[in-house]
Antibody
Framework: QVQLQESGPGLVKPSETLSLTCTVS????????WSWIRQPPGKGLEWIGY???????NYNPSLKSRVTISVDTSKNQFSLKLTSVTAADTAVYYC??????????????????WGQGTLVTVSS | DIVMTQSPDSLAVSLGERATLNCKSS????????????LAWYQQKPGQPPKLLIY???ARESGVPDRFSGSGSGTDFTLTISSLQAEDVAIYYC?????????FGQGTKLEIK
């Protein structure tokens, strides 16, 4: 079955850019939507954004000005960049496959499966 | 954004007893054109990612034990565990996918009494 694995630095300095990659195995990255979701320590879940294998993306407006999600179909990977990070961006970052449906012309997802998650700490 | 509010924040139930977890959305997640409720439930155990349990408010994911069931419509939803097992100790989250950004509730922590 499909498995996802996040990778990237576990420590990022304030004002710098957080960069993570999710590698998809056991299936093709085509034909699905792929999301990033984060969870601050001891807190709830926040959807960051999704990308389709074609490169079409949709972001949470709360983060849109700082987020870029990209896809590399040749490597079966998709990536997250979050700029100008602060301590508030400290979280476990998950990648997940979207189970998709369309509502009023907009693609929306619920999520399955998820990667194991990677903790990113923003600190100097 | 649609705000999802779960209650209670924590719940202690005896083994073998029924657990009832609630989720309320700030606006209806029932889409009249499809008559579907755009709501999912997840289970998160310590140190693990969330696991999908229920989607379309009441459709059980393959492999999920049938003691888990989802119900409700519009703005009020319930996840019921009919007979609590020790392995059900976890935090449970609801999520709406009626509109973007998709949003999650704050979670209900389920423990053994």
């Amino acid at each position: 079955q499909v498995q996802l694995q996040e990778s990237g630095p576990g420590l990022v300095k304030p004002s710098e850019t957080l960069s993570l990659t999710c590698t998809v195995s056991g299936g093709s990255i085509t034909s699905y939507y792929w999301s990033w979701i984060r969870q601050p320590p001891g807190k709830g879940l926040e959807w960051i954004g999704y990308i389709y294998y074609s490169g079409s993306a949709n972001y949470n407006p709360s983060l849109k000005s700082r987020v870029t999600i990209s896809v590399d179909t040749s490597k079966n990977q998709f990536s997250l960049k979050l700029t100008s990070v602060t301590a508030a961006d400290t979280a476990v970052y998950y990648c997940a496959r979207g189970r998709m449906t369309m509502v009023r012309g907009v693609m929306v997802n619920w999520f399955d499966p998820w990667g194991q998650g990677t903790l990113v700490t923003v600190s100097s | 954004d649609i705000v999802m509010t779960q209650s209670p924040d924590s719940l202690a139930v005896s083994l073998g007893e029924r657990a009832t977890l609630n989720c309320k959305s700030s606006q209806s997640v029932l889409y009249s054109s499809t008559n579907n409720n755009y709501l999912a439930w997840y289970q998160q155990k310590p140190g693990q990612p969330p696991k999908l349990l229920i989607y379309w408010a009441s459709a059980r994911e393959s492999g999920v034990p049938d003691r888990f069931s989802g119900s409700g419509s519009g703005t009020d939803f319930t996840l019921t565990i009919s007979s609590l097992q020790a392995e059900d100790v976890a935090i449970y989250y609801c999520q709406q996918y009626y509109s973007t950004p998709q949003t999650f509730g704050q979670g209900t922590k389920l423990e053994i009494k």
